[in-house]
Structure formats: structure tokens, C-alpha cells
């Protein structure tokens, strides 16, 4: 049958549902045909409570595979009987009904690759306690069409040795001999993953359901949460349609009415999530279709599909998504969407291409169920910054059973140890900000998001959608500077400048009527100029990164610092020194109008915050924190705030200028009348200065990248008067813009880690180098404190080092760069991973930050010290090949001047003089 008959048959297939017995559309192989010995749950089910319980220590709101998972690992815990689960309709009832069975291990991100790993594991347990899971390790085969997917590849095949997957690179004949359904003519060759599979969501759900209440977890079904109270800034109670429960946790695991679930709360919790409509399309039976059919994705094709009981079972992730209930409130249950052949004829066409036999399948159904997505497209986890012991488990983008297990496990371990087995920045749900729960903003940036799933992960990636919503009051004036931005916690943020076009002031002269002219230039303004990347190789910003780089070394470049966050504290009296300094792992407690850096340490001595802290008056302090850690860090000092302390997030008050070189001082000083020498005004110290003529100016002596310079915060109605005034000054001294990945340049040459890069809440300033930070010396405590001290005592297990990678084994030209998460070998053997990379333009040659470990023959972390870098051979893997690296645990001494033009290229140049 050809492939206009298979979509004249579709267009006039009516709706089928499946029976209650059919309803997940994943394996339905039966546990007979797997083992013997397996129960299918679902003939099986434990029942239910038929009321609901005056009080419990937990309360899971959705009983999907992911909140089913999470009241069992608690009830492993041996929490149970504290546990109470909701659910609105049926165990397994809600998103687990559309789900698709695929479970596919190896992913772009090395934290969904370890959560899962964790489900995987979970499910094995299942079957190891006699219940079916359906799991069938069919191994995933990806396809790829381009040079670009073919890299990707290469790095995730790179990165699997941390987790000890097995994969392999293949050739185009190689993918046919994988599954010979595949049609490989345009293909370049593939990557194939053993040990995914396929699984059934229905019957991990109700074995999990099962085995939680055998442990004294209570299920409610037929349950509706109707608000979550609070007290005090802490959960209090859950209202439901059955009566309230007094609580003590709530997890938020409602899928794609997690949102729904966070503005019945009180205070309301954003949870940044939006359905879209995804589509699978299923066959009736094929004849001779192999049972081992592997699980076939194709995303440059944006499709995948995998073998379902004999049938086909196909679907993907169009590059340009449709939003569901747009204008509607959602539905109380779930429900399936209508078709719409005309969206999924892009899909259609491709799964046809690539699996042409196909095209002769009788077509079963098409399903079209709504799916969550965040405004990032990354999953949303962790507990809710406006109330505390609220967890969120959202945004799961279609891998429900993928990252059930995982996710349950993980929240799992956050209740009970007070933090997650590992970090997990760019997952925290404290990555967004009120604006990103935004309705309007949800559904303009889910047509983007879900594409995501199949483009292929650039360095430095942007959205198009949502953009210029949060802006500095320069943002015109660097826009006209040549500015190409990025954007970070929804602030846009000049990345790196390009000259602009010339402009002539007589263009009416020439031929181009006035009114034409207006409108072009209006159309113009409208554009927003984004930072693109889209390479693993040299990027295309490279020379314009240089410049502003050689500026800020040998002159002087004014910098953007406004997204950085910015928080004021205060008290009546010493109450906020003493806050401040049980807090801070460094010494607060300095003289007025001076600087120091310091981290907040969790209790494991891991950081929560890297800050720079002013003191501005005896009982006043002004914290900058990277711009990721705006919600974050707000969020963790508010937890601890004593009630004589104010708190207030000042971030959008002030803009933020960095003027920074060897010439800064003298630029400075014509801005103003007050001496600028290293006497009255000394490095790492504040003062407020008249700028130009803006008044009390809060500048301060230091940048945050190691160079000589000053921050001006200046309050948003002076900023653009400053801003000019700096500019104008600085034409004396060419003065040059500079973005952030010039700044990011400057700042990997001098070894300086960067929170949410390097630094997280695992890692401690022992294991970074930045011990001499903290007042171990003293008497004071701060939160952390026994656990650096008993580092101090036992030794550290990982350990920061600086790698530079030999520019006559790289071609920064031609060989692709490392941009983070590529494996560290020593001697041969795996022992860590990059964090961040960059371009060492004072050195010519590549530069990679990153942790490095000594594992036993086990794999076991043991103490590590500077020992364990002599004498050895390093090397990175980069795409699949290994580049020899030299290991240091400080920086070079950088020369003075910038060899823009490489170590090679200069030497030969002075030869020929």
C-alpha cells in the first residue's frame, strides 16, 4: 500500500479508544511469553484506601509511575506508613496512558543520564521481586544524516564511560545490519545503545503502587487535591474533595496538572510548564515484524519509532510544536486530543522515509495526548522556593518511565537526607523565575521547546521565542553597540559584539523615501540580535571574542554585569553581622566598605552560594551572585532568615557596569572627582562616588574576572546618563565593549570556578582549592563547618585542576573543541570530566577546568592529593579522540601581551622579520 493510501486510510479512520486492558500504549507482550514466574500487577492490584487519613507525614498529589515510584522508595526508607498518596482518578490512570514504553538510558545530560540509569535499576528490582514490567532490552539505534549528529554522537559515546554504558559508533551498512527496516541511503552512519529498551508504564505503575502499600503507604484514588496550605512558610495541610490532611511534605508529581496544582497552593508555587500536543501513530499487527526489533530514532527526521506486540508504534518531536488548551482550562481527566493529520503530515512523511515498509501497515490509530514541557525543555525537580518541604516533580517532556524511577528515588532522598544524590542545577526547579510561569510566555515558548528533544545540543544554545522580556535601560544602546545576545533566568545579556552596519544620514538622498526608511528602521529595532553558536567546532563569534579579550588585558572594556544577582540585607543592630556569618564559610565581619568573596556551604560543606560581599554601613550588607543563582540563593537565605534581619532581591534596581583593563583607573578618574589611588580607594573595597553627574554612585574596586577595574550599581534612572558618560570618556582610550564569553575567557585563564559550572552542592571548597576562603582558624560556626573539618582531618576524594591541551596535537582550526563534559584520562583510565572550557588567548591553546578523581579498581572515589598529578600522562576526549593535556593545579604565569594569532603562527611571523 502506498504512502497516499496509508494517509487516506488515516484521514478517514475513525477514533478508536483502547479498552481499560490496552490503555498504555507500550509492550503488551505478556509476562508468560518474558517469565514464568512474573505477575502482571494489573491482575493483581492491591485496593485501596476508601478514606482518607486525618494527618500523614507525606503527601504525594498524582499517582503516575513518578509519584508511585516516589511512595515506594520512601516506604523503603521506611517512612510507609507516613505516606500518603492521592490520586484524581485511577493508579496509573493520568499521563502514564500515553506514554510510549521507550526507556533510553543514554541521554545528552549527564544528570537525566544518571536518574535513568536509576530507573532502570528500579525496574529490575521489580522483576527481581516476580512482578512484570514488560521491560524488554531491545537496545536503541540512533540514526544520523548529518556531519553535526554524527558529533553529538561521538560525545555522548565519550561521556558514557563515566557511567560505564556500553555503545558504539556504526556505519550506514552497520545500522542495516542493526534493523534491517531502516532505510540508510542518506544516512552517514548511527549510534547504537544495547542496553535501552522498552517497557511497560501501566504495569510498573501498579507494581510500585503494590508494593507501597505493602509497606504501609495509603493510595487514595478518585482524590482530588483542592489546595495545599501553609504555615509560616512551610506546608501545612492539603485540602482534597474527601476532607483534609494535615502534612508535613508535599510533592508536587501531578504531571501535566502539576502547573494547575501549583496555583492552588498558598502561597502559589510556580511550576513553568505547558502542555503540547504529541502525537503516536499505531499499526495493526505486521506480519514477520521481529519481536527484537530494536527502538529506531531518527532525529534529524525529528522521529522515532519501535515495535509494539507486532505493530508499529511511531511518533516524534516536530520542530515546531502545537500548544494544547491554548485558550482552555485543563481537563479534569485525561483525555485524548483530536487528530490533526496536517500537523503530523511532517512526521508522517519522515517515518514513512525512513521505514518504508511502513507504507503497507494498516493504520490502528492515531493517538494525540498532551505532554508538559518547561520553558527549557529540561525536567522541573526539587522543592518549591515559596514554601518549604513542597517538592515539584514536573515537566518530564514525554520521558515519563524513563525518569520515573530515577525521579522517584531522587525526590526520595531529598526528603530524607536533605539534598539529592548528586546536583542537580539545570533541573532545580530554583532555575526559573516568576516570569517563566508566565501563561502566555508557557505557550509562545512550547512551540519551540519540544523540538529540542530531536535538535542537536550546541554549545551556548538559545530560544527564539520569549525573548527581550527582561532588559537593562542600556539594552538599546548595546544593541546599537553591535551587541548579540544570550539570554540567562530570562535577562538578555550582550555575549559578544559585532561592528554594526554603517548607516548613512541622508539615505532619503539616494532613492529610499523617508516613510520606507522609518519602517525599515522600525523593523530593524525589532529584531532581537541573538548569539548563535551551532558548531562544535571553531564558533563564529571566535574573532570578535579575541578583540574583546585583547581589550580587556592591554586596555579597557566596559562590561554588562546588570543580570548578576544583587541582594541588600539589614537590621536594627548586629543581627544581620551574625546571620550573615553563620551562613558564610568566609569572614563577614570585616570593616565597613569592604569585599570578600565567600561561599555558603550546605551541611555536607557543599556550596549553595559563591557570592562577593560588601559590607555598606555597620549593620548592612550587599551580596553579587552569578546571575543563575538569583532565585537559588534568594531562596536559601530566606530559609534561614531570622526575623530581625531584612531581606529584599535588588537585582532589577541597579544596573550593573564593569569597566575593566590597565587603563580603567585613568577612565575612571575623569568620571570623577574623588582620588581613585590604591590608598583611598583600594582593591576589594566600596564607595559611592558622583559618576559624571549621577550622584552616589555604588562602585566598587574589583571585577569578578581578575582584572583591574570597577562595578558601578547604578540605580536605573542614572544608568543610562553613566552608561553614555562612560563611553564618551572612553573613546580617548578606545574603549570596547565586551561580552560574556570574552569574560568567560578571562576568567578560565586565571582558574577562577564559577558556580553552576564548576562549583555546585556537591563540591566543597576543599575540593576546589578554595580553602583559605574559610574561618576554619577561628571559633565561629557556620553551617558546613564539621564537614570541611572533617576533610581537613580524612582527606578529599576529588580535586579542581586547570588542563591545557597541546595547540600542536589540537588545531583549534580544524580539530572540534572541548566545551564541558568530556571525559579526563590518566595513565589511560577515566578519572574525571571538564566542567567548563575556553579559548586561552594569552596562551594560544585551549584550556579546560574540571574535577579529576582516583578510583580503585572498583570505581570507588579515594583520597586524592597533589601527588596524584605528577608524573603522569593526561588526556581529553574529545568526540573520540584523546588529546594530551598538561594538569595543573594553578594558573600560568600569563604573558602580557595576547597572541591572538596562536603560539605557532606568532613565532613564525617574528622569524620572518
Given at each position: 500500500?502506498?504512502?497516499?493510501?496509508?494517509?487516506?486510510?488515516?484521514?478517514?479512520?475513525?477514533?478508536?479508544?483502547?479498552?481499560?486492558?490496552?490503555?498504555c500504549y507500550?509492550t503488551?507482550i505478556?509476562?508468560?511469553?518474558?517469565?514464568?514466574?512474573?505477575i502482571?500487577?494489573?491482575?493483581?492490584r492491591?485496593?485501596?484506601?476508601?478514606?482518607?487519613?486525618?494527618?500523614?507525614?507525606?503527601?504525594?498529589c498524582?499517582?503516575?509511575?513518578q509519584?508511585?515510584?516516589?511512595?515506594?522508595?520512601l516506604?523503603?526508607y521506611?517512612m510507609?506508613?507516613?505516606?500518603l498518596?492521592?490520586?484524581q482518578?485511577?493508579?496509573?490512570?493520568g499521563?502514564?496512558?500515553?506514554?510510549t514504553?521507550?526507556?533510553?538510558?543514554?541521554?545528552?545530560?549527564?544528570q537525566?543520564?544518571?536518574?535513568?540509569?536509576?530507573?532502570?535499576?528500579?525496574?529490575?528490582q521489580?522483576?527481581?521481586?516476580?512482578?512484570?514490567?514488560?521491560?524488554?532490552?531491545c537496545?536503541?539505534?540512533?540514526?544520523?544524516?548529518?556531519?553535526?549528529?554524527?558529533?553529538l554522537?561521538?560525545?555522548?559515546?565519550?561521556?558514557?564511560?563515566?557511567f560505564?554504558?556500553?555503545?558504539?559508533?556504526?556505519?550506514?551498512?552497520?545500522?542495516?545490519?542493526?534493523?534491517?527496516l531502516?532505510?540508510?541511503?542518506?544516512?552517514?552512519g548511527?549510534?547504537?545503545?544495547?542496553?535501552?529498551?522498552?517497557?511497560?508504564?501501566?504495569?510498573?505503575?501498579?507494581?510500585?503502587?503494590?508494593?507501597?502499600?505493602?509497606?504501609g503507604?495509603t493510595v487514595?484514588?478518585?482524590?482530588?487535591?483542592k489546595?495545599?496550605?501553609?504555615?509560616?512558610?512551610?506546608?501545612?495541610?492539603?485540602?482534597?474533595?474527601?476532607?483534609?490532611?494535615?502534612?508535613?511534605?508535599?510533592?508536587?508529581?501531578?504531571?501535566?496538572?502539576?502547573?494547575?496544582?501549583?496555583?492552588i497552593?498558598?502561597?502559589?508555587?510556580a511550576?513553568?510548564?505547558?502542555?503540547?500536543?504529541?502525537?503516536?501513530?499505531?499499526?495493526?499487527?505486521?506480519?514477520?515484524l521481529?519481536?527484537?526489533?530494536?527502538v529506531?530514532?531518527?532525529?534529524?527526521?525529528?522521529?522515532?519509532?519501535?515495535?509494539?506486540?507486532?505493530?508499529?508504534?511511531?511518533?516524534?518531536?516536530?520542530?515546531?510544536?502545537?500548544?494544547?488548551?491554548?485558550?482552555?482550562?485543563?481537563p479534569?481527566?485525561?483525555?485524548?486530543?483530536?487528530?490533526?493529520?496536517?500537523?503530523?503530515?511532517?512526521?508522517?512523511?519522515?517515518?514513512?522515509?525512513?521505514?518504508?515498509?511502513?507504507?503497507?501497515?494498516?493504520?490502528e490509530?492515531l493517538?494525540?495526548?498532551?505532554e508538559?514541557f518547561?520553558?527549557?525543555?529540561?525536567?522541573?525537580?526539587?522543592?518549591?522556593?515559596?514554601?518549604?518541604?513542597y517538592?515539584?516533580?514536573?515537566?518530564?517532556?514525554?520521558?515519563?518511565?524513563?525518569s520515573?524511577?530515577?525521579?522517584?528515588?531522587?525526590?526520595?532522598?531529598?526528603?530524607?537526607?536533605?539534598r539529592?544524590?548528586?546536583?542537580l542545577?539545570?533541573?532545580?526547579?530554583?532555575?526559573?523565575?516568576?516570569?517563566?510561569?508566565n501563561?502566555?510566555?508557557?505557550r509562545?515558548?512550547?512551540?519551540?521547546?519540544?523540538?529540542?528533544?530531536c535538535?542537536?545540543?550546541?554549545?551556548h544554545?538559545?530560544f527564539?521565542?520569549?525573548?527581550?522580556l527582561?532588559?537593562?535601560?542600556i539594552?538599546p544602546?548595546?544593541?546599537i553597540?553591535?551587541?548579540?545576545?544570550?539570554?540567562?533566568?530570562?535577562?538578555?545579556?550582550?555575549?559578544?559584539?559585532?561592528?554594526?552596519?554603517?548607516?548613512s544620514?541622508?539615505?532619503?538622498?539616494?532613492?529610499?523615501?523617508?516613510?520606507?526608511e522609518?519602517?525599515?528602521?522600525?523593523?530593524?529595532?525589532l529584531?532581537?540580535p541573538?548569539?548563535?553558536?551551532?558548531?562544535?567546532?571553531?564558533p563564529?563569534?571566535?574573532?570578535?571574542?579575541?578583540?574583546e579579550f585583547?581589550?580587556?588585558?592591554?586596555?579597557v572594556t566596559?562590561?554588562?554585569?546588570?543580570?548578576f544577582?544583587?541582594?541588600?540585607?539589614?537590621?536594627?543592630?548586629?543581627?544581620?553581622?551574625?546571620?550573615?556569618?553563620y551562613?558564610?564559610?568566609?569572614?563577614?565581619?570585616?570593616?565597613?566598605g569592604?569585599i570578600?568573596h565567600?561561599?555558603?556551604?550546605?551541611?555536607?560543606?557543599?556550596?549553595?552560594?559563591?557570592?562577593?560581599?560588601?559590607?555598606?554601613?555597620?549593620?548592612?550588607y550587599?551580596?553579587?551572585?552569578?546571575?543563575?543563582?538569583?532565585?537559588?540563593s534568594?531562596?536559601?537565605l530566606?530559609?534561614?532568615?531570622?526575623?530581625?534581619?531584612?531581606?529584599?532581591?535588588?537585582t532589577?534596581?541597579?544596573?550593573?557596569l564593569?569597566?575593566?583593563?590597565?587603563?580603567?583607573?585613568?577612565?575612571?578618574?575623569?568620571?570623577?572627582?574623588?582620588?581613585?589611588?590604591?590608598?583611598?580607594f583600594?582593591?576589594?573595597?566600596?564607595?559611592?562616588?558622583?559618576i559624571?553627574?549621577?550622584?552616589?554612585?555604588?562602585?566598587?574596586?574589583?571585577?569578578?574576572t581578575?582584572?583591574?577595574?570597577?562595578v558601578?550599581?547604578?540605580?536605573?534612572?542614572?544608568?543610562?546618563?553613566?552608561?553614555?558618560?562612560?563611553?564618551?570618556?572612553?573613546?580617548?582610550f578606545s574603549l570596547?565593549?565586551?561580552?560574556?564569553?570574552?569574560?568567560r575567557?578571562?576568567?578560565?585563564?586565571?582558574?577562577?570556578?564559577?558556580?553552576?559550572?564548576?562549583?555546585?552542592?556537591?563540591?566543597?571548597?576543599?575540593?576546589?582549592?578554595?580553602?583559605?576562603?574559610?574561618?576554619?582558624?577561628?571559633?565561629?560556626?557556620?553551617?558546613?563547618?564539621?564537614?570541611?573539618?572533617?576533610?581537613?582531618?580524612?582527606?578529599?576524594?576529588?580535586?579542581?585542576?586547570?588542563?591545557?591541551?597541546?595547540?600542536?596535537?589540537?588545531?583549534?582550526?580544524?580539530?572540534?573543541?572541548?566545551w564541558?563534559?568530556?571525559p579526563?584520562?590518566?595513565?589511560?583510565?577515566?578519572?574525571?570530566?571538564?566542567?567548563?572550557t575556553?579559548?586561552g588567548?594569552?596562551?594560544?591553546?585551549?584550556?579546560?577546568?574540571?574535577?579529576?578523581?582516583?578510583?580503585?579498581d572498583?570505581?570507588?572515589?579515594?583520597k586524592?592529593?597533589?601527588?596524584?598529578?605528577?608524573?603522569?600522562e593526561?588526556?581529553?576526549?574529545?568526540?573520540?579522540?584523546?588529546?594530551?593535556?598538561?594538569?595543573?593545579?594553578?594558573?600560568?604565569?600569563?604573558?602580557?601581551?595576547?597572541?591572538?594569532e596562536?603560539?605557532?603562527?606568532?613565532?613564525?611571523?617574528?622569524?620572518?622579520?
Open positions: 500500500m502506498g504512502r497516499l493510501n496509508i494517509l487516506q486510510i488515516a484521514k478517514n479512520a475513525p477514533s478508536r479508544r483502547h479498552s481499560k486492558e490496552l490503555r507500550s503488551y505478556k509476562a508468560a511469553l518474558s517469565r514464568n514466574d512474573l502482571n500487577a494489573s491482575e493483581n492491591r485496593p485501596s484506601s476508601k478514606s482518607l487519613p486525618e494527618k500523614a507525614k507525606v503527601v504525594i498524582g499517582g503516575g509511575a509519584g508511585a515510584a516516589i511512595a515506594y522508595k516506604a523503603e521506611g510507609g506508613d507516613g505516606v498518596l492521592l490520586e482518578g485511577e493508579l496509573g490512570g499521563t502514564t496512558t500515553h506514554a514504553g521507550l526507556l533510553g538510558v543514554l541521554k545528552a545530560s549527564s537525566e543520564t544518571r536518574i535513568s540509569m536509576t530507573s532502570k535499576e528500579l525496574y529490575r521489580l522483576e527481581e521481586k516476580g512482578w512484570y514490567t514488560g521491560f524488554k532490552e537496545g536503541s539505534l540512533y540514526v544520523a544524516k548529518t556531519k553535526d549528529r554524527m558529533l554522537y561521538r560525545r555522548m559515546k565519550a561521556a558514557s564511560v563515566k560505564g554504558l556500553d555503545c558504539r559508533m556504526l556505519s550506514p551498512n552497520e545500522v542495516k545490519e542493526y534493523c534491517g531502516v532505510r540508510t541511503d542518506d544516512l552517514i548511527g549510534l547504537w545503545v544495547p542496553g535501552d529498551g522498552v517497557a511497560n508504564p501501566f504495569e510498573i505503575t501498579l507494581a510500585l503502587g503494590n508494593e507501597a502499600i505493602d509497606r503507604v487514595v484514588e478518585n482524590c482530588q487535591v489546595k495545599i496550605n501553609s504555615e509560616d512558610g512551610a506546608v501545612k495541610s492539603v485540602e482534597t474533595s474527601l476532607g483534609t490532611v494535615q502534612c508535613e511534605i508535599f510533592v508536587n508529581s501531578a504531571g501535566f496538572w502539576s502547573r494547575r496544582v501549583g496555583e497552593s498558598d502561597p502559589p508555587v511550576v513553568p510548564i505547558h502542555p503540547a500536543e504529541h502525537y503516536h501513530l499505531h499499526t495493526k499487527p505486521v506480519p514477520d521481529p519481536p527484537d526489533t530494536p529506531v530514532r531518527d532525529p534529524d527526521g525529528f522521529i522515532y519509532f519501535r515495535e509494539n506486540e507486532g505493530r508499529f508504534l511511531a511518533g516524534g518531536f516536530e520542530p515546531k510544536a502545537k500548544p494544547a488548551y491554548q485558550n482552555d482550562d485543563l479534569n481527566f485525561r483525555r485524548e486530543l483530536e487528530e490533526d493529520w496536517d500537523h503530523f503530515h511532517l512526521l508522517l512523511e519522515n517515518i514513512l522515509h525512513r521505514v518504508p515498509t511502513m507504507k503497507s501497515a494498516l493504520l490509530k493517538s494525540n495526548g498532551a508538559a518547561s520553558p527549557d525543555g529540561k525536567w522541573v525537580l526539587g522543592q518549591a522556593p515559596e514554601i518549604a518541604n517538592y515539584v516533580a514536573a515537566g518530564m517532556r514525554s520521558n515519563g518511565i524513563a520515573a524511577g530515577g525521579v522517584g528515588t531522587l525526590i526520595a532522598d531529598w526528603i530524607v537526607q536533605g539529592p544524590p548528586f546536583d542545577y539545570g533541573l532545580d526547579i530554583s532555575r526559573c523565575l516568576p516570569m517563566h510561569n501563561k502566555r510566555f508557557l509562545d515558548r512550547v512551540r519551540e521547546v519540544p523540538g529540542l528533544y535538535g542537536i545540543d550546541f554549545p544554545s538559545e527564539n521565542t520569549g525573548r527581550a527582561r532588559t537593562s535601560p539594552f544602546r548595546l544593541k553597540a553591535g551587541a548579540q545576545f544570550g539570554q540567562v533566568m530570562g535577562y538578555e545579556r550582550p555575549m559578544f559584539f559585532k561592528m554594526a552596519k554603517p548607516q544620514l541622508d539615505l532619503g538622498m539616494i532613492g529610499l523615501d523617508s516613510q520606507e522609518a519602517i525599515a528602521s522600525q523593523e530593524e529595532a529584531k532581537l541573538i548569539a548563535k553558536t551551532e558548531t562544535f567546532y571553531r563564529p563569534w571566535f574573532q570578535a571574542a579575541a578583540e585583547q581589550a580587556s588585558r592591554e586596555a566596559l562590561c554588562d554585569y546588570s543580570s544577582a544583587k541582594m541588600d540585607l539589614w537590621s536594627a543592630g548586629r543581627e544581620v553581622v551574625d546571620f550573615l556569618q551562613l558564610c564559610s568566609n569572614d563577614v565581619d570585616i570593616p565597613i569592604h570578600v565567600t561561599g555558603m556551604q550546605n551541611q555536607y560543606g557543599g556550596y549553595e552560594n559563591d557570592c562577593s560581599v560588601a559590607r555598606l554601613a555597620e549593620n548592612r550587599m551580596l553579587m551572585s552569578p546571575s543563575i543563582q538569583q532565585m537559588r534568594y531562596t536559601w530566606k530559609r534561614h532568615l531570622p526575623k530581625e534581619v531584612e531581606l529584599e532581591d535588588v532589577s534596581l541597579y544596573t550593573a564593569c569597566v575593566m583593563g590597565p587603563f580603567s583607573r585613568a577612565l575612571v578618574a575623569r568620571l570623577t572627582s574623588t582620588s581613585l589611588d590604591s590608598r583611598t583600594p582593591f576589594f573595597t566600596a564607595r559611592y562616588l558622583d559624571a553627574c549621577a550622584p552616589e554612585i555604588l562602585t566598587m574596586n574589583m571585577t569578578h581578575g582584572e583591574l577595574g570597577y558601578f550599581y547604578i540605580p536605573n534612572e542614572f544608568a543610562l546618563h553613566v552608561y553614555n558618560a562612560i563611553v564618551e570618556a572612553g573613546k580617548d570596547k565593549h565586551c561580552g560574556y564569553y570574552a569574560m575567557a578571562v576568567r578560565i585563564e586565571k582558574f577562577y570556578a564559577f558556580w553552576g559550572q564548576d562549583l555546585d552542592s556537591h563540591t566543597t571548597p576543599m575540593e576546589c582549592g578554595r580553602g583559605f576562603r574559610c574561618k576554619m582558624k577561628s571559633d565561629i560556626p557556620f553551617i558546613g563547618r564539621k564537614a570541611l573539618q572533617e576533610q581537613l582531618d580524612k582527606g578529599i576524594q576529588k580535586l579542581f585542576v586547570m588542563l591545557l591541551l597541546d595547540s600542536l596535537d589540537h588545531n583549534t582550526d580544524l580539530d572540534p573543541w572541548p564541558g563534559g568530556e579526563i584520562y590518566r595513565n589511560g583510565k577515566y578519572c574525571g570530566t571538564v566542567t567548563t575556553s579559548y588567548f594569552s596562551l594560544g591553546k585551549q584550556i579546560c577546568l574540571g574535577f579529576i578523581q582516583n578510583f580503585d572498583e570505581g570507588n572515589p579515594q586524592i592529593s597533589s601527588e596524584f598529578i605528577k608524573n603522569c593526561f588526556e581529553i576526549d574529545i568526540c573520540g579522540v584523546k588529546y594530551p593535556a598538561q594538569c595543573r593545579l594553578n594558573p600560568p604565569i600569563l604573558p602580557k601581551k595576547v597572541m591572538l596562536g603560539p605557532e603562527a606568532s613565532a613564525l611571523r617574528h622569524q620572518n622579520l
